[in-house]
């Protein structure tokens, strides 16, 4: 943002779908409908297993559904699953760094992956907002548990995406973490919608709305 200027104009951001999904065989999320406007906060709760974790892949675009499909529009204009990556962030436990590299290191790989115009700002910025910047020159390696969870939600923030996908966010995460994490999603809540996937009722009671997943655990062959 300009010097001067005012705040970003919130993003207009719609989620829709019907769908479902089969791991081998197996169910891995029974039928679930959802349709969500932003900005807002919107949590995905569930009984372990019943998928939340798949619906944000699926959201994201980064899986495809065994049945149905979902819908992403921002600002007005449709989002197919391969050009999401350009619009939302995306943090889970499955997100790992190169270990060996530096925390400002492996963020500035994904910066200049996206083909960000400044990527160290970029990078210094994401940092300060998760409370990482004194650690910028570590190793991953030598960070702690909660550590890396920050560094996951910074690698979620540099592209200042406005669709936030958040999956256990507060996982490993001690009491600065948290409020970190609780500033950042009422942040990104009023420039766009942020989604969580959580079972931790400190977060999913930060949410203005639920969707809520039946099931739990794989079963039910197809």
Not at 101 to 123: I, K, Q, T
Not at 178 to 196: N, W
């Amino acid at each position: 943002m300009e010097a001067g200027s005012g705040p970003p104009t919130p993003a207009r951001v719609s989620l829709a779908g019907a769908l479902e999904h089969r791991y081998a065989g197996l169910r891995g999320l029974e039928p679930v409908e959802f349709a969500l406007e932003g900005p807002g906060i919107v949590a995905v709760v569930g009984a372990n297993g019943a998928g939340k974790s798949t619906l944000l892949r699926i959201i994201a675009g980064l899986l495809r559904p065994s049945h149905g499909s979902t819908t992403c529009r921002v600002d007005g204009r449709a989002v197919a699953p391969p050009e999401r990556r350009h619009h939302v962030g995306y943090a889970s436990p499955e997100l790992h760094f190169y270990a060996e590299l530096g925390v400002a290191e492996n963020l500035r790989f994904a910066a200049e992956a996206r083909g960000l115009a400044d990527p160290d700002a970029d990078v210094a910025a994401a940092l300060a907002r998760v409370g990482l910047e004194r650690r910028a020159g570590d190793r991953v390696d030598a960070l702690s548990s909660g550590m890396k969870q920050r560094l996951r939600l910074a690698a979620a923030l540099l592209h200042r995406p406005p669709l936030l996908l958040l999956d256990e966010a507060g996982s490993h995460l001690d009491e600065d973490g948290r409020r970190a994490l609780e500033s950042i999603v009422a942040d990104e809540s009023r420039r766009g919608l942020v989604v969580l996937a959580t079972n931790d009722e400190r977060e999913w009671r930060l949410a203005e709305r639920q969707v809520r997943l039946s099931g739990g655990g794989l079963g039910h062959p197809a």
